[in-house]
């Protein structure tokens, strides 16, 4: 399979995932174990099987300066690994995203911007509901279990 192929196969079943979070999963919430189960799973296999097509022990060395992360990410199998990398992690972000806002009880409405913004630009969605999560908990420290 491509790396052209990956990426759009990969895509296409986080964006499914995303849309069932974002719209199914409050009313099924065991739909999140097959998320985490299947699809997050599925990810990590795809990842562990890219990055060992194109990473050498030589290459870790290379990630501690800018220009060694570069260089690494000039190969598109690289860059796939990378995608489905952002992938899978913000789909867990996004699971942990509402199951942390069902535990302080904010609203799933609240939280779909959260969860597109996390979608899009990971960091900043989390942030944002870390944000609501501080104004409705009135502590940022609040518990992350």
């Known amino acids: 399979m491509s790396p052209d192929s990956v990426f759009q196969t990969c895509s296409t079943i986080a964006m499914?995932?995303?849309?069932?979070l974002i719209v199914i999963s409050p009313f099924w919430s065991s739909f999140d174990k097959f998320l985490?189960?299947?699809v997050i799973t599925l990810f990590a296999v795809v990842?562990?099987?890219?990055?060992v097509q194109v990473f050498r022990p030589e290459d870790f060395e290379k990630f501690g300066s800018l220009t060694g992360v570069m260089e690494l990410?000039?190969?598109?199998t690289a860059v796939t690994a990378g995608w489905v990398h952002y992938l899978a992690f913000d789909l867990f972000t996004g699971i942990w995203i509402k199951k942390n806002a069902q535990k302080y009880g904010i609203r799933?409405?609240?939280l779909i911007p959260c969860l597109l913004l996390t979608f899009m630009l990971g960091p900043i969605g989390l942030l944002l509901?870390?944000?609501i999560r501080a104004v409705k908990t009135k502590q940022?420290?609040?518990?992350n279990y």
Do not use: C, E, M, N
Not at 16 to 20: D, E, H, K, R, T
Not at 73 to 76: E, R
């Open 16 to 20: 499914a995932g995303w849309l069932v």
């Open 36 to 38: 985490i189960g299947i």
């Open 47 to 51: 990842y562990t099987w890219l990055i």
């Open 73 to 76: 990410f000039t190969d598109k």
């Open 108 to 110: 799933h409405l609240i």
């Open 129 to 131: 509901y870390l944000l």
């Open 140 to 143: 940022y420290f609040a518990s």
